[in-house]
């Protein structure tokens, strides 16, 4: 019997292989980086001692208590609730968009009540069913709320109007007529004390798993008994129908004394501004004391051949390509694709997670049966 291959160590390639490994099936992980634990990848940074997230702010959150209870089995959760913050226009506003900020915006004291009746008067109520970005906001929120926090960070963010984006996009953020300014609504969120990486290698910490650095799926030679692909499904295929589209991400790193912006994330909607946000990551960690700090200022692309994928685009033309990769993908039979690259979708981690051990029962049921 041959071992089982996952390629790519992050969440995705770690939890198959952990659950395979404890149905006592011999695994091996690849990955091409020099560290597991994929975009969620945190260090030290060696001049100032914050934890980074290397590849931009991961935070932990979901409804799913089989995903909650699994990650709190491999590492220590610490409270954390995401309050972000956006600039517009001079000032600075609540995200997401809820009673202060409309308030703030529009100079007003709404209760709840009068504000949802009053966000209703300006939306575009006889939009049943949005279709794009743009509907979806035009509906909820209105022309002005629209404009000032979503338009121009979108139009940085994808690099396209929000007329040609899904609305699911938007469906990601709340708009609540409270004062509740929690980033997201699922009852479980925290960040990891010691960061993700450790969680990543604590679910790699088992007999039955080899994990293998600087390692590409391309090179490899030993035969397996099947693949568990979490590199990009374009690549698989050696890119022979074309590449699937995503946007990058760049970071200009700075290091200051102190305190530089007073929170994690704070967001500039305007388009005129060339970044989206800027992370200060000491923020994500406030039960350590740092009298340094160090900050992410984050541009979006489009990426290109040698750049990191991050955001899937998954525009019509995008939709085409990935149904011919997929069907293409369904005729083979050693090799199960996973995860946001292997399936092309903008997931979450508590998402990839909940799907990583979907497919691990699934594949252990079928080796049963
Ligand atoms: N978005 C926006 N303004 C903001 C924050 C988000 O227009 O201030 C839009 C943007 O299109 C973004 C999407 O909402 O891609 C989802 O935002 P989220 O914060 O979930 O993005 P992530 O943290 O995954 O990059």
Known sequence: MGRICLVGAGFSGAVIARQLAEAGLPCLVIDERDHPAGNCHTERDAQTGVLVHRYGPHIFHTGDDRVW????????????????????????????????????????????????AFIESRASMDIEDPQ???????????????????????????????????????KRLPLRFNYDDNYFNHPHQGMPRHGYTPIVEAILD????????????????????????????????????????????????????????????????????????????????????????????????????????????????????LTQYEERAAELDGVTFVGRLGTYQYLDMDVTIGLALDAAEAFLARRAA
């Open 69 to 116: 209870d699994y990650v709190n089995r491999f590492g220590e959760f610490m409270p954390f609730v995401n309050r972000v913050k956006t600039t517009v226009g001079g000032s600075v506003y609540l995200l997401p968009v809820n009673l202060h900020t409309i308030n703030q915006f529009f100079g007003k004291t709404f209760s709840p009540a009068e504000a949802r």
């Open 132 to 170: 794009s970005f743009e509907e979806q906001a035009l509906r909820f929120v209105g022309p002005e709320l629209y404009k000032a926090f979503f338009h121009g960070y979108t139009l940085k963010q994808w690099g396209m109007e929000p007329t040609r984006l899904p609305a699911s996009i938007l």
């Open 206 to 321: 088992h007999p039955l798993i080899e994990t293998r650095l600087k390692a590409r799926w391309e090179d490899q030679t030993e035969t397996f008994d099947h693949v568990f692909y979490s590199g990009p499904l374009d690549r698989w295929f050696g890119y022979d129908l074309g590449r699937l589209g995503y946007r990058t991400l760049d970071f200009e790193a700075e290091r200051a004394e102190g305190d530089f912006q007073g929170c994690a994330v704070m967001n500039y909607g305007d388009p005129d501004v060339p970044f989206t946000r800027i992370s200060e990551h000491k923020h994500f960690a406030p039960w350590e004391e740092h009298d340094k700090t160090i900050v992410f200022r984050e541009y979006s692309r489009l990426c290109g051949a040698d750049d990191i994928p991050y955001y899937p685009i998954r525009l019509l033309d995008e939709k085409k390509l």
